[in-house]
């Protein structure tokens, strides 16, 4: 073998070791400005709601492609309540729990662009009740272009950090608009 088909051989050697899926990172899914926070303030929801319990995520594996994982999008969801003035200083007082499974994470397997779309169940359940007051699958999309990286690999991990952070963006913005329901409406959780 000669030294120019060494070097190639080398070079695609180091490409495909560098070449390993990340997972998504929270601090990338965070929504830093989706909402007027004024408008919060006049909300029952304002400073009212824990997150109790994020599913459905996947754990990357390097070898294969990048995901969202609950732990990560729980993160990203904590901070951005936060951000929005939706999250509560109180653990296990608040008038508002949480709830949100991650149903579905649609990537493609190929392409130029990669389009993400996720599909995300929330649930707010009233603590003093235990009966949801909101109840909504919310779905959302995020494409990543060759322009945002050459490689297909970031380029995936890019449109799923979007698509989760657009689903929270969405979310907040569905929160805010709907009013709690009367404890006549609301439906026991179990």
């Avoid at 494409?143 to 979007?162: C, K, M, V, W, Y």
Wanted: negative net charge; proline residues 4%; aromatic residues 6%.
């Amino acid at each position: 073998m000669n030294s120019v088909m060494k070097k190639l051989a080398a070079v695609f050697g180091l490409a495909i070791l560098t070449a390993c899926a990340s997972p998504a990172e929270f601090q990338n899914m965070v929504v830093t400005d989706a909402v007027d926070t004024t408008t919060v303030q006049t909300t029952a929801y304002h400073q009212n709601v824990t997150v109790a319990r994020v599913d459905g995520g996947e754990d990357t594996n390097p070898l294969w492609t990048s995901e969202i994982s609950s732990q990560a999008f729980e993160k990203a969801l904590i901070k951005s309540l936060e951000n929005a003035g939706i999250l509560s200083e109180l653990k296990d007082g608040a008038p508002y729990k949480l709830r949100a499974t991650l149903l579905e994470v649609d990537q493609p397997i190929f392409g130029l662009n990669f389009t993400v779309r996720t599909r995300v169940r929330y649930e707010v359940i009233d603590s003093q009740t235990n009966k949801a007051i909101f109840d909504q699958e919310v779905p959302a999309e995020h494409t990543a272009t060759f322009g945002d990286s050459p490689f297909a690999i970031q380029r995936l991990r890019l449109a799923n950090e979007g698509a989760a952070k657009n689903n929270i963006a969405a979310f907040i913005e569905k929160l805010i608009a709907e009013r709690p329901k009367s404890s006549t409406d609301n439906v026991a959780v179990k």
